[in-house]
């Protein structure tokens, strides 16, 4: 029997300190609700769950993400659907314009609304933004450059023309006395592989027969025109749907939006400046009244396709998980409705041909932006669901088991009584010596 060391004692103390730190955990894990509270509990679990932390709030970050560029795609929706709306006027409008019961001041009242349709629809164009952002005005498409002709931009190209460089050898010619135009191009990729290859021939120019065209729709302010307007307008190849393949809108001051389109969907789409096709005055044997443009032969046009531009949705956790969504520029020029007139009937009926072309083009552009729409759509349900998965993954790794903690909590609670109880015992022992003096 030792007084100084009274193992009895030392051991039961032991075992209350193993005990009490194991009571303390139980008690940690159920007021926290996280069996791991400390890289000490779990190593491995502690940096596993820690990249699932991180990862859980990249995916909640992304679907906010998705859900605001779902947001500015409805907002350009809705701006088309109005635009389109208007467009459905000008049309009936043009119908009813082209009606031989209408007078010259019927006409001309008919005028006032097209001309203030057209106003309104490049107002929309040019204002409708989101959070400070313009959507319509062209520049969420995908740029790209001319790299040895600063008269040729690059309007914008379709998903299916990969960024990169390309070659496009470009031919117009102009018959002016028989009014027809043909546009061939080749476009090759950086490989010398043919992406295109577009021939448009024989394209008639539309004849605008207005009598009241004023010197504001002529190249020189000094001069009224009267009679046959037959220099702006789009042109493409004739049959059920004459843009096919590509199509030239040409502008009155003599500006150029070029249209190709491959076989395969591709399509690039170019300005060419006026000082390119150098436009002047000028009649034809019949004494029509148009504008004479320059040729252009084997012009070689070096551009640069950049991928960039489009507005690219962040909708992952990780990097370039994007979707890219191009909005469409509409504008008078683009949808070749400037200068509409329907103050007679030939014009009229040549403003119905336009504003079907225009018609065409927004439900195109409204289609693309719901196919972008649907796709966002489907990946904040994706993100959804990620998110589930992930949290009941991350959660059976760090979350406490209520009813299991609460049953070793008791347990632990029990030794520890148990220990300090004993402790307590261990201590009086001691006292048995004093036995043995007596």
């Known amino acids: 029997m030792h007084i100084n060391s009274n193992l009895t004692s030392i051991i039961t103390n032991n075992v209350l300190l193993r005990n009490e730190s194991a009571f303390s955990l139980s008690t940690g894990k159920l007021s926290s609700g996280y069996k791991i509270n400390t890289a000490g509990d779990d190593p491995t679990g502690y940096a596993i769950s820690g990249r699932m932390r991180q990862q859980l709030a990249a995916l909640e970050r992304a679907d906010v993400n998705a859900t605001t560029g779902k947001s500015v795609l409805e907002t350009a929706d809705g701006a088309l659907n109005e635009v389109n709306d208007m467009l459905q006027r000008l049309n009936e409008l043009a119908i009813k314009a082209s009606n031989g019961t209408m007078s010259a001041s019927d006409r001309a009242d008919i005028q006032q609304e097209v001309d203030q349709l057209t106003e309104e629809i490049q107002r929309i164009s040019e204002q409708i ?3 400070g952002q313009k959507l319509l005005d062209g520049h ?4 790209g450059y001319c790299e040895n002709n600063k008269n040729v931009q690059v309007e914008e190209y379709n998903d299916k023309m990969k960024a990169g460089k390309y070659e496009v050898t470009l031919n117009e010619t102009f018959d002016f006395d028989n009014h027809s135009l043909t546009v061939t191009a080749t476009v090759k990729n950086a490989s010398g592989q043919t992406v295109m290859d577009v021939n448009l021939e024989g394209m008639t120019y539309p004849k605008y027969l207005d009598s009241e065209l004023n010197s504001k729709d ?12 037959i220099s702006e307008g789009a ?3 004739e049959g059920e749907d004459k843009k096919q393949g590509g199509f030239v809108k040409i502008c009155s001051d003599g500006t150029q939006y070029l249209t190709l389109r491959g076989d395969n969907g591709e399509e690039l789409n170019l300005r060419l400046d006026k000082v390119l096709t150098g436009p002047t005055l000028s009649k034809d044997t019949d004494g029509n009244r148009y ?6 032969t084997d012009e070689k046009l070096n551009f640069t396709l950049t991928g960039q531009g489009a507005m690219d949705l962040h909708i992952g956790a990780n990097e370039e998980e994007v979707v890219e969504c191009s909005l469409p520029r509409i504008s008078l020029e683009r949808l070749d409705i400037d200068n509409l007139r329907m103050t007679t009937k030939a014009s009229a009926q040549q403003s119905i041909d336009r504003v079907s072309y225009a018609l065409k083009y927004v439900s195109a552009s409204r289609a693309q932006i719901g196919a972008y729409t649907n796709r966002v759509e489907h990946s904040i349900s994706y993100l959804a669901a990620s998110n589930e998965n992930l949290s009941s993954a991350m959660s059976r790794i760090q979350d406490t088991d209520m009813a299991e903690e609460m049953t ?5 609670q029990i030794l520890v009584q148990a220990a300090t109880s004993m402790l307590a015992q261990a201590n009086q022992a001691p006292q048995q010596a004093l036995q043995l003096i007596q």
């Open 218 to 229: 002529s190249l020189d302010p000094n001069k009224n025109y009267d009679g046959t307007w």
């Open 140 to 143: 969420l498409e995908n740029h």
């Open 291 to 296: 504008t004479k443009y320059n040729n252009i």
């Open 129 to 131: 933004e989101l959070n």
């Open 408 to 412: 070793n909590y008791a347990s632990q």
């Open 235 to 237: 042109y493409g190849r």
